[in-house]
C-alpha cells in the first residue's frame, strides 16, 4: 500500500474517532432532562406556557442536571490527575455518579417544592432513576450511561404520546438514529462494548416507559 493510501486511511480514522467524541459530548446524559422537557415543551399542552417560564425551568434543569454535574466531576478528575479515559473505567465511575445523583435530586426537591406540573418533575425522576440503576450496576458490571439517556429519551416519548395522543412516529425515528450514533460513538472510543450499550438503553428505555406511563 503506499504511503498516500496509508495517510489517507489514518486521516479518515481519525475524523470517525473526532467525530465519535462530537457525537459522545453533544448527547451526553447531562442533557437527557433537558431534552425531555424540550420535547415537552413542543408536544404536549405545555407549550401553551408562556415563553419566560419555560426558559427558567429550562435553565434550572440546566444549571443543576448539566453545568454543576460537569463542573464537579471536572473537578474531582483533575484533583485526581486523571484524564477522560481514566475517570471511563468502571472503578473510578461511582463518584461522578454520587456527584451526578446528588445534582439530579436536589433539582428534583427544588421542582417539588415549587410546585412544578408532574410531566416535569417525572423527567427529573426518570434521569435520578437511571443514574441510581446505573450506579448499582456499576459495581459488578460498566453499562454505559450514554445509551440509558437516549433510550429513556425513546420510552418517555412512547409514553408522552399515549398520554397527549399524538403520533411519535417521525420523533421515534429521528431518536432510533440518534441512539445508533450514540451507541456506535462509544463503542469506536472503546468506552463500552456493544452489550454494554445495548443494556443502557434498556435500563433508560424501561425507566422511561415506566416511570412516566
Not at 471536572?74 to 465511575?93: A, N, T
Request: aromatic residues 12%; positive net charge; charged residues 10%.
Amino acid at each position: 500500500m503506499s504511503a498516500i493510501g496509508t495517510d489517507a486511511i489514518v486521516m479518515r480514522e481519525k475524523d470517525i474517532i473526532l467525530a465519535a467524541r462530537a457525537i459522545s459530548i453533544a448527547f451526553t446524559p447531562f442533557y437527557l432532562p433537558l431534552l425531555g422537557l424540550a420535547l415537552l415543551f413542543v408536544l404536549s399542552h405545555l407549550s401553551m406556557l408562556p415563553l419566560k417560564f419555560k426558559l427558567e425551568v429550562l435553565l434550572l434543569v440546566y444549571f443543576f442536571t448539566a453545568l454543576l454535574p460537569t463542573l464537579f466531576i471536572k473537578l474531582y478528575r483533575k484533583v485526581q490527575g486523571w484524564s477522560r479515559i481514566d475517570i471511563g473505567q468502571r472503578e473510578r465511575r461511582m463518584v461522578p455518579y454520587i456527584i451526578s445523583i446528588a445534582c439530579y435530586f436536589t433539582c428534583y426537591y427544588i421542582m417539588n417544592r415549587l410546585q412544578f406540573p408532574h410531566f416535569m418533575s417525572s423527567i427529573l425522576m426518570v434521569a435520578l432513576v437511571i443514574q441510581l440503576v446505573c450506579a448499582v450496576i456499576n459495581i459488578w458490571w460498566k453499562i454505559s450511561t450514554h445509551s440509558a439517556a437516549i433510550g429513556a429519551v425513546t420510552g418517555s416519548l412512547l409514553a408522552f404520546s399515549a398520554i397527549f395522543m399524538f403520533n411519535p412516529v417521525k420523533w421515534l425515528c429521528l431518536v432510533m438514529i440518534i441512539a445508533g450514533l450514540v451507541g456506535t460513538s462509544r463503542m469506536i472510543l472503546r468506552q463500552h462494548s456493544l452489550e454494554q450499550v445495548v443494556g443502557g438503553f434498556m435500563v433508560g428505555f424501561f425507566a422511561g416507559l415506566l416511570i412516566i406511563g
